[in-house]
């Protein structure tokens, strides 16, 4: 039997935030590419942080943020002046959260599990999506790779979990929505949880996740199963 989980890790963009939700701004903005741009944007931003993680040549995440939304709407043609730049923007630093979280959250604390989450954001751009999200009771603590320097996959980057809860990382469950950062949770000794929301095929990197389901919804059950407990419920 696996180790008991102790601690439950959140990745932030994609998995507690919805960062294709920008697509209703931009279909606002440009009629028939708010999708395109909500897709190519995120892919562009995540990019970025490969890039500059590999080259040694740090940013902020909302710098990277901004520079992906200029390079997506350069790359589609589409007329981005200040005005739909800093409204855009503006929406990145509140984006709707997905609508099981609070629930989900709550029954995890009220099992006695301390949660956190880790993410490329800054501090600013989490306390901002934390409390549009009313989540500030949530976490115990908020973790931002501007600490390290380095985005994840970088190992740096997973080790600021367990630092924070003084636990080795078999005992944190990391649960996100991108596969790649499941996988590089995986690779750095978590057990890691795929929230495949969109019904996509894992990416083939040698790796057998711990867990996966559709929702966030699905996250206790695999919890109380993963650490040889009754579901609660």
């Known amino acids: ?33 708010g999708a ?6 995120r892919d562009r931003q995540i990019d970025y942080t490969r ?17 992906a939304l200029d390079y997506s709407c350069a790359r589609l043609g589409l007329d981005l002046t200040d005005t739909r730049r800093a409204a855009l923007l503006g929406q990145y630093a509140k984006l709707q959260a997905f609508p099981e979280n609070l629930a989900v959250l709550d029954t995890l604390r009220a099992r006695g599990l301390p ?12 306390d901002s999506a934390i409390r549009a999200a009313r989540m500030q009771d949530c976490f115990t603590h908020v973790l931002s790779v501007e600490a390290v320097r380095r985005f994840k996959t970088a190992p740096e980057a ?17 649960v996100s929505s991108n596969n790649w950062d499941a996988v590089g949770a ?10 495949n929301r969109a019904g996509h095929p894992g990416e083939r990197l ?7 389901g559709r929702t966030l919804a699905d996250l206790p059950d695999f919890v109380s199963r993963f650490s040889g407990a009754v579901p609660a419920p």
């Open 36 to 41: 395109r741009l909500a897709e190519m944007w």
């Open 206 to 212: 040698g790796v057998a996740l711990a867990g996966e």
């Open 186 to 195: 995986t690779w750095f000794g978590h057990p890691a949880f795929w929230v």
């Open 158 to 174: 997973y080790q600021m979990g367990p630092d924070a809860f003084g636990l080795p990382a078999s005992e944190i469950l990391f």
């Open 51 to 67: 890039l500059r993680t590999l080259g040694k040549r740090y940013v902020d995440f909302w710098t990277i943020t901004a520079d």
């Open 1 to 33: 039997m696996p180790p008991a989980i102790k601690a439950i890790i959140f990745d932030a963009y994609g998995t507690l935030f919805d960062v294709y939700s920008i697509g209703a701004l931009g279909e606002r903005f440009f009629p028939g590419a």
């Open 115 to 126: 949660l956190a989450i880790l993410s490329n954001g800054t501090p600013a751009m989490l």
